[in-house]
Every structure is written in C-alpha cells, then in structure tokens.
C-alpha cells in the first residue's frame, strides 16, 4: 500500500546548528505534504506545509523542501534552539472527497545545548 | 491553544467499563477525525466525520463507537476495551473545500490506560 516513512529515526543537533529532518514517500499522487512537530504529552502540531506545484517553501526559521522526482520532502531548521526538541511528522494527502492524511513513524530530533 | 479541546486528558479504565472521550473543536471546521497513536507506530486514521456524516471507518473493532451530534462535537465511545487499546487518542478537525482536503488541526489527545 501507499506509505511515508522516515529515514532516521532519532536526529541529535548541537544549540545553534542546522538541522535537516527528511522525509520519502510512496504515493505520486500526492498532492500536499505537512510537517508536525509533537512536543512530548502533547498533539501533533502544524508547523508548515506546501503543495505539489512548489519545491521550497519559508517560515520562521524553517524551510520545507519538495523533490517530485525522488519523491523526497525535507524540512530544515535554522539555528536550532532547545524548544525544538520534539518528534517530527512529515504526512502527505491527496485530493478527493475529504482529507486523507498518512503519517510517517516520526523522527526524533534532540538538541545538545 | 489549538482551537481543539479533548476530555479527558488521562483516563484510567477497567475492561468492563463503559467510558467516553469527548472533543471539540472552536474552528468552524466542518470534518472531524480521531486517530490513535501506540508507541512507536505511525498515527492511525480511526473515524472520519465530514459534515457529521461518518465517512470513514478504518476497520476499528465494534467496541469503540463514535458519535458526531454537530460539527463542533466528536465523541468516541469506549466499552469492553482491551489492555492493547490503551494509547494516546487524537481528535482533529480540518475545513473541507470543493473536495480538496487542507490542514488538520489536532487536540492535546486522551492518554487511555486500560487495565
């Protein structure tokens, strides 16, 4: 079946240094992807997203990542902080009829102060 | 604030017991979900509610019944659970447009222990 997974399970960043959470997914059809981040006791939390018909998009300090072609999104936060600390989601839906989003299992990211 | 709001946070019940979870959500959104979260699992897609019309079930056992009386309140009804039930339970809700799925939008979630 369709899936998204992760390629590292647990990402250990110094205070201060990039970091780069990646992601691949399976379904072509895709036409929308988001990040979450899940603090620790707490839900899923919108981060950013994009759509098929961009390869970059920009927040506040992070940057989402589109290759249709390899089928592989990454998400990259400057100057990572110790509040970044959480699991990472990447999912990806398709249209049609209602929203169906797959999940990935997660990446861990942990800062080192 | 996430604009979804779950109750209760922790719930402890035994396998004969009859409990429910309740969500809603302050977004005008009008599609609903609950998704269950085991350790080290991905996130699995229970029950979709889209303009309080269930239009989803992911094969989930009898023994969680969900209930969508408007678009602002989800329920999910719990009886004769088993120990492996016990997981963080997510509620969330999304703005369906022209068939086109946007953002979900998740509660802080139900930690269920079944004992």
């Known amino acids: 079946g369709e899936s998204v997974g992760l390629h590292l399970p647990t990402l250990s960043v110094q205070e201060g240094d990039n970091s780069i959470i990646n992601c691949a997914y399976s379904?072509?059809?895709?036409?929308?992807f988001i990040w979450y981040k899940q603090e620790s006791g707490k839900g899923p939390q919108f981060i950013i997203d994009i759509r098929s018909n961009m390869d970059k998009r920009q927040g506040q300090r992070v940057t989402v990542l589109l290759n249709k072609t390899v089928k592989h999104l990454s998400l990259q936060i400057a100057a990572t902080q110790p509040g970044d600390s959480a699991v990472y989601f990447c999912?990806?839906?398709?249209?049609?009829?209602?929203?169906?989003?797959?999940f990935g299992t997660g990446t861990k990211l942990q800062v080192i102060p | 604030e996430t604009g979804v709001t779950q109750t209760p946070r922790h719930l402890v019940m035994g396998m004969t017991n009859k409990k429910s979870l309740k969500c809603e959500q302050h977004l005008g959104h009008n599609a609903m979900y609950w998704y269950k979260q085991s350790a080290k699992k991905p996130l699995e897609l229970m029950f979709v509610y889209s303009l309080e019309e269930r239009v989803e079930n992911n094969s989930v056992p009898s023994r969680f019944s969900p209930e969508c009386p408007n678009s602002s309140h989800l329920f999910l009804h719990l009886h004769t659970l088993q120990p492996e039930d016990s997981a963080l339970y997510l509620c969330a809700s999304s703005q369906e447009r022209d068939f086109r799925g946007n953002t979900i939008y998740f509660g802080e979630g139900s930690w269920l222990t079944v004992v």
């Open positions: 379904n072509s059809a895709s036409d929308y």
């Open positions: 999912a990806e839906s398709n249209s049609g009829g209602y929203q169906k989003v797959t």
